[in-house]
């Protein structure tokens, strides 16, 4: 999507350790307006997949899942939250996710009210990089017995093959920015050619 | 706003010690043309107002906020970041609020670049009872010189006097939704009926 790959060569800064920031307009400062250009593009590409609700996990996911679920007929958004602790009293699903940034794992539930069987789920989140918050909001759905239709990404790190391996298990993921390489020494990057995107 | 009132006594759920759960539609499970409404309720009281920037905390207020933004001509949301410790480098405006739920104060932090003496400010959050967590976004507000122009906000505890106590100041607070009282061992709430809201 070249609206968010110009966006992120304008305004996105690369850091060494393959850290992109983003945060002057997606993940701390939020453009409201792209988000909506992000939702319109997401709709574009999953047409006719029958989603009844989008779950994202917080908190930069949720204005982007939010501002997207218009595009989207208006479906719920559920998010995913990080819990002290993991309390299984039957009332939630719970897993936990690993965070490379943090170097730990980390507790995340959902209310076992608001998934179940007849949900059709998008998941959607700001990055993709390993996937792990990804697998963890999967088992979530696996847990609730809901069906995960696919998965809408803003930005990709393509190179560190997460994106990949979730299309390799047959997941269909939809990124509208991949990168192919970042260099934290000249700032550089570069993004995957996508000829069939918007 | 009638409309949130509603729900309110639909799928609120009130326990005891004052807690009121919505997370079947404001703060786990979001409901989006709710959340539009709210924004286009919110844009009508603060007509004129020349707002620049919404100002918001993670989680909870991220998607109202972002939501509504749409009805300010899309102007950019910030949501103040929970942090774990504050690190006073000079790049972000950080404070502590106490939490009553949480029995303890954290940190917050708000990047420096996203705040300035030219934006007018509007604070948008899904809750207000004692008001502490708005006590510290126009804290930082106030460091960044930025003016905060009034409150939005979804559903106010207006017996626990909080907005009484910001209004009093001369601070313009618009809720929603005006809670009088609760009952947990009944489960009956009854609302400040404010014959000029829509």
């Known amino acids: 999507m070249k609206l968010l790959e110009d966006r992120i060569r304008t305004d996105g800064v690369v850091k060494p350790g393959g850290v992109l920031k983003v ?12 988000f909506d250009a992000m939702g319109e593009e997401w709709a574009r590409r999953f047409a006719g997949v029958p989603i009844t609700k989008i779950l994202t996990i917080e908190a930069s996911g949720i204005g982007i899942a939010c501002v997207a679920a218009r595009h989207f007929g208006g479906v719920p958004v ?7 602790s993991i309390n299984l009293d039957g009332d939630q699903y719970a ?13 995340v539930i959902v209310g076992s009210r608001f998934l179940s069987p007849d949900d059709h789920v998008l ?4 990055f993709l990089a390993n996937g792990c ?22 930005i990709e790190k393509a190179f560190q093959g997460g994106g ?29 050619d996508d000829s069939a995107e918007a």
């Open 123 to 126: 998941i959607i989140d700001d």
């Open 95 to 107: 897993t936990t996710i690993y965070s490379f940034t943090k170097q730990r794992e980390y507790p």
């Open 23 to 34: 945060d002057a307009f997606l993940n701390h400062q939020c453009d409201v307006e792209l």
């Open 133 to 154: 918050a990804l697998e963890g909001l999967m088992r979530l759905c696996d847990m609730a017995g809901a069906t995960v239709e696919g998965i809408g990404i803003a």
């Open 78 to 84: 559920v998010f995913a939250k990080k819990a002290p």
């Open 164 to 192: 990949d391996a979730l299309r390799a298990r047959g997941i269909r993921v939809e990124s509208l920015a991949r990168i192919s390489a970042m260099d934290g020494e000249t700032g550089e990057l570069a993004f995957i």
